[in-house]
């Protein structure tokens, strides 16, 4: 078949280096040179350029932007290596643990924040999994166990007393209790591990200095009738492995964001709870708590501390007698109370709700020396470390 391509054409391939469909260098031709004719995708040379030092270049400034931003978090901010946050997908994983734990917490975030799981181990022997979850009804979780057939272990119900009666909702947890299942997906488990690992060494990936987040804290009441971003909560811990919550150390020395995170609990302040929907709770429980023991397992509740700024709200809207009291009677359960605990007694709650990250340690070594006592199931060890008292968290 004869060439459509002229000799002297030709020539000007072979002169320009071009092949057909290709453009000479600098030439950029439309559909209107070529009418009636197809028009192929042309192909330009990539020109010579010095790459492996353009890429060192972008590499450099990179990492430079990167070690500046590091040192920004670390250094202005207070926030260290290692925090590795939490996400309905840690709790996913916690909560497929719990099967077959012997020890397993549920609970709101004073149950999370205020056990020292080292501790209970080196008392124990027995490292507890952490199911709690912030801001939820421990009572929504205890069912949830309750359905359980796998769990036969001991179960510990910390509370904070209004969310345990009064609130009608699991709350935040819920997004993490309906797509459990789901959370075990293998792009999931990979992407949990691979921020985890980065999260080891890099600070500024904290889950609450985000920029998506921080962008929306600076709307500080711009907008009439709408919450500021002043009314949620910051950040107030820092999460290490095994979800153990520890409260961050700013809290305890920043007076603006400590103020902040009393401002955000309101005082717990709300209506009393009435006594039929306090009922309703005891009854549900102990059924919840049957199921449980019907399968071998036991339940004991846990009442962290709360400050008396907060305490005083606690129990115009539910008191003590009418509530805790009443649900262990109720459900015929073991409790430990923070009232009960002579080592428990005055202890750091820097704002209101939450213990200091060594008086946790205080509060978790007096409750399990307690717990010891009240199950079969744990047992203190020969060489458990020696008792602590509030003057190992709390200057005298």
């Excluded at 950029?28 to 028009?39: E, F, L, V």
Aim: glycine share 8%.
């Amino acid at each position: 078949m004869p060439s459509s391509i002229s000799p002297s054409k030709a020539r000007r391939h072979e002169i320009h280096g071009t092949h057909e469909g290709a453009l000479p260098p600098g030439l950029r031709k439309t559909a209107s040179d070529r009418p009636g004719q197809a028009q192929p995708v042309p192909t330009r040379d990539i020109p010579a350029q010095p790459w492996a030092k353009m890429g060192i270049a972008v590499f450099l400034a990179v990492a430079l932007m990167v070690s500046l931003w590091e040192y920004q978090a670390r250094t202005a901010i207070g926030l260290r290596p290692g925090d590795i946050g939490d996400s309905p997908q840690a709790w996913a994983e916690a909560r497929r643990a719990a099967d077959h734990a012997t020890v397993a917490i549920i609970g709101d975030s004073r149950i999370l924040f205020d056990t020292d799981q080292q501790r209970f181990q080196a008392l124990t022997g027995v490292r507890p999994v952490q199911v709690s979850h912030v801001g939820t009804n421990a009572r929504m979780l205890l069912d949830g166990f309750a359905d359980d057939p796998n769990f036969r272990g001991l179960l510990i119900v910390g509370l904070a007393d209004t969310m345990y009666f009064g609130m009608p909702v699991m709350g935040l947890g819920q997004t993490a209790v309906d797509n459990y299942s789901k959370n075990g997906k293998p792009s999931q488990l990979s992407g949990l591990w691979l921020d985890r690992q980065l999260q080891r060494f890099l600070a500024f990936m904290d889950n609450e200095y985000r920029l998506s987040r921080m962008v929306n804290e600076v709307d500080t009441g711009w907008r009439k009738g709408v919450d500021s971003p002043y009314e949620d909560v910051w950040k107030i811990s820092v999460t290490y492995p095994g979800r153990q919550y520890v409260m961050w150390d700013r809290i305890e020395t920043d007076p603006y964001l400590r103020a902040h995170a009393r401002h955000a609990w309101d005082g717990f302040k709300g209506k009393p709870i009435p006594p039929p929907l306090a009922n309703a709770v005891i009854a549900r429980s102990a059924e919840a708590i049957r199921r449980i023991r019907a399968r071998g397992g036991d339940v004991i509740f846990v009442r962290p501390p709360s400050a008396p700024p907060i305490r005083v709200n606690e129990e115009q809207r539910i008191a003590k007698a009418r509530g805790w009291d009443a649900l262990l009677v109720g459900t015929r359960a073991a409790g430990i109370h923070a009232d009960d605990l002579a080592q428990a007694q005055k202890l750091n709650l820097p704002e209101w709700s939450h213990l200091s990250g060594k008086c946790a340690t205080v509060f978790t070594d007096a409750y399990v020396r307690r717990l010891v006592q009240l199950s079969p199931r744990l047992h203190l060890r020969a060489d458990a470390p020696p008792p602590l008292t509030r003057a190992d968290c709390v200057s005298l």
